[in-house]
């Protein structure tokens, strides 16, 4: 694949923007400290999944067997992980430049029918500041659909310990491919974050519910906050060696499914034709150890 990339700049502060790849955040250098895993990771199932910070659309995380019901209709999505259907329809695809400039870019990309057969548009903004980064992003319903989205960055340990502090109380259920029963189960010894956690001690996959921002990640040297607020209310953690991921999302994954069973509070949405959903974050960033 060529990379495409548009650079942009504020004070310290650096981002590439992988137009080729999903439109992803492929670099994220705050004077000469990189926070983000750069490059693909071929041992993963799907490699493209594994680097950069990408937005999900228009549906987060698994999806069991890729079968969505909505509309009295039995959609079959391309399976790309397995036996199941995984983060979206515009994570790996190419984006378009609708407005840039030394520090800002708006992107568009249409959903390809053939991986989402209800079809729209999908937009984001990326705003960088020598102290932060705003992401924002919106689906916009071809016709009427189900619909949810939010980030996947994968973070680099760098050096040393890296806690995680966030605010949620329980986190997901799962069968052994981390598919969501529904029910919702109390943090433990293992998954308790809301004191901070190192996480180079603990190997987590796990999704957080009715979570609170800002999750805080620090390393030896920077503290990054990532603040978020409704309709963002589950947040993915995961951190296997190779690095590791704090993903703000809309829904659970395999909402829809579990929004169709009577669980409540999944974040499911159901857009009209022309609808919209919308959802931002902002990184922000402090010196430690100084």
């Not at 004077?31 to 993963?44: H, I, K, V």
């Not at 568009?108 to 500041?129: A, H, K, Y």
Request: hydrophobic fraction near 40%.
């Amino acid at each position: 694949m060529v990379r495409v990339t548009l650079e942009l700049a504020a004070g310290d502060a650096r981002a590439s923007i992988d137009l080729e790849a999903g439109g992803r955040l492929a670099s994220l250098r705050l004077g000469d400290a990189e926070l983000l895993l750069r490059e693909s990771q071929p041992e993963f199932i799907l490699p493209s999944a594994t680097w950069g910070c990408y937005l999900m659309a228009p549906f987060v995380g698994r999806i069991r067997g890729g079968l969505v019901e909505f509309g009295g209709r039995q959609i079959a999505l391309q399976r790309n992980f397995g036996a199941h259907a995984i983060h979206g329809a515009v994570f790996d695809v190419p984006w378009q430049v609708e407005r840039s400039g030394r520090s800002a870019v708006t992107l568009m990309r249409e959903i390809d029918r053939e991986r989402w057969p209800f079809g729209g548009v999908v937009r984001q903004q990326v705003s960088l500041e020598p102290d932060s980064l705003l992401m924002s992003a919106e689906v916009t319903a071809g016709e009427a659909m189900p619909a949810s989205l939010g980030w996947h960055p994968w973070f680099l340990y760098r050096n040393g310990t890296v806690r995680l502090r966030l605010e949620s109380a329980q986190t997901l259920e799962t069968t052994e491919d981390l598919i969501p029963t529904g029910r919702e189960v109390p943090v433990d010894g293992l998954t308790d974050l809301r004191a901070g956690a190192d996480l180079t001690a603990r190997t987590l996959d796990h999704t957080y519910t009715r979570a609170v921002g800002p999750a805080v990640i620090e390393w030896s040297d920077i503290r990054l906050h990532i603040d978020f607020e409704p309709p963002l209310s589950a947040v993915v953690v995961h951190s296997p060696e190779s690095g590791f991921c704090v993903e703000p999302q809309t829904a659970w994954p395999d909402a829809f499914r579990l929004s169709r069973e009577g669980f409540r509070q999944t974040g499911a949405m159901h857009l009209p034709a022309g609808g919209r959903l919308e959802a931002s974050m902002r990184w922000s960033w402090s010196a430690l150890g100084t």
